[in-house]
């Protein structure tokens, strides 16, 4: 009755740095309320997400990002 826990395949992990698509960050790093970046507009949870998103994954999160920045 020893049963092992089946091996999953590890999460891929990409860089932080993409040629493709290039991080948001402009290294002013402040949450809001809401949990939205000051600087890149991005959630707290899309930030976690940044390292192992693929490009494609990144070009949604930049792109939601850029809908929450506000009109100038």
């Known amino acids: 009755m020893n049963q092992t826990a089946p ?5 891929p992990l990409y860089s932080n740095v993409s040629p493709a698509v290039p991080s948001p960050c ?8 809401q949990k939205v970046c000051l600087g890149c507009f991005r ?6 997400e940044w390292r192992s998103a693929d490009d ?17």
């Not at 402009?26 to 309320?33: A, F, G, T, V, Y």
């Not at 959630?43 to 976690?48: A, C, F, K, Q, S």
């Not at 494609?56 to 100038?72: D, F, H």
């Open 56 to 72: 494609e994954r990144r070009r949604v999160i930049c792109a939601e990002a850029a809908r929450r920045k506000p009109q100038l």
């Open 43 to 48: 959630h707290v949870e899309d930030i976690r």
């Open 26 to 33: 402009i290294s002013l790093c402040r949450l809001d309320e």
């Open 7 to 11: 091996v999953r395949p590890p999460k």
